[in-house]
């Protein structure tokens, strides 16, 4: 099953998941089961193994069926190198999954990507279980590193995806970790 995502931006001020969790007004169990999520996803760090983004050949990003289910909330962190160009305008498109062949399609992340920065993005889409593949479509500028994408959701245990690499235009670049599942 795949769904497309409902994207709040966060705000391009913001640094880490805490600093998200001070800018958005949230109820007390939202808040507490957020809180409790960060801590865990602090001290785990649970990360797949680290390997080079390959770029694929057929993009899975045009073939995404777009329905819309809001039934979890995900925040997706992306850390742009202190390496990268000083300042990157663009856009991206993220396709992130599990070993079941679920799947949220998130169409368009807006930039700008500044180096040494993190931008974090609220997504809403359906429940799916522990995420192990995460493909990235780059429509930005030219010159952007890109050096982790994190994904946190409360059910299962965060994922990071290490890039430390250049990003060209085009894609997708990515990682399938379902295998290891």
Not at 4 to 14: E, F, H, T
Not at 139 to 161: C, H, K, Q
């Amino acid at each position: 099953m795949t769904g497309l995502a409902i994207i709040k931006p966060g705000n391009p001020n913001l640094t880490s998941p805490s600093s998200f969790l001070k800018y958005k007004t949230m109820n007390a169990p939202n808040l507490t089961l957020i809180l409790t999520f960060c801590i865990i996803a602090a001290l785990s760090q649970a990360t797949p193994k680290a390997t080079q983004p390959q770029a694929i050949q057929s993009s899975k990003l045009n073939q995404t069926q777009q329905q819309i289910n809001e039934g979890c909330s995900y925040i997706v962190t992306i850390k742009t190198s202190c390496s990268s160009t000083f300042y990157v305008r663009g856009q991206i498109s993220l396709l992130f999954g599990d070993a079941y062949g679920n799947q949220i399609h998130v169409p368009r992340l807006d930039g700008p990507f500044e180096d040494c920065s993190m931008n974090t993005y609220e997504i809403y889409g359906p429940c799916i279980s522990q995420i192990c593949r995460l493909y990235l479509y780059n429509t930005g500028d030219a010159g952007w590193i890109l050096e982790t994408v994190s994904i946190y959701n409360y059910l299962y245990d965060p994922v990071t995806f290490y890039y430390d690499t250049y990003i060209a235009e085009g894609g997708p670049y990515g990682f399938d970790y379902c295998h290891d599942y």
